[in-house]
């Protein structure tokens, strides 16, 4: 089995997770089909998660995507981004 895909980048600042990074030790690609965000997305006033930026894809729930296999990743890596936390790496077959 290959490696969970890791969060190359993460550029919703308002995550309690991203701290200069991905801190949260595995992410959940959730929303719905056409539109995949981050669920593990939290909006708090503190910091939380890992104390390196180390975070990677621990489930997709977007069967649609062509990097979802098993419920997994097959992406190298992810991108989050956007103001609702979107998978940008996201491709529907």
Not at 73 to 85: M, R
Request: proline share 3%; charged share 15%; hydrophobic share 35%.
């Amino acid at each position: 089995m290959n490696a969970p895909a890791s969060v190359a980048s993460c550029q919703v600042t308002e995550c309690a997770f991203n701290d200069d990074g991905c801190h949260a030790d595995a992410v959940t690609i959730a929303g719905s089909e056409g539109a995949p965000t981050c669920g593990t997305f939290i909006e708090l006033d503190v910091r939380g998660g890992l104390p390196t930026a180390q975070g990677h894809v621990g489930a997709c729930q977007r069967l649609e995507c062509v990097h979802n296999k098993d419920l997994m990743c097959t992406a190298e890596a992810v991108t989050i981004g956007g103001d609702t936390a979107n998978c940008l790496t996201y491709e529907q077959e």
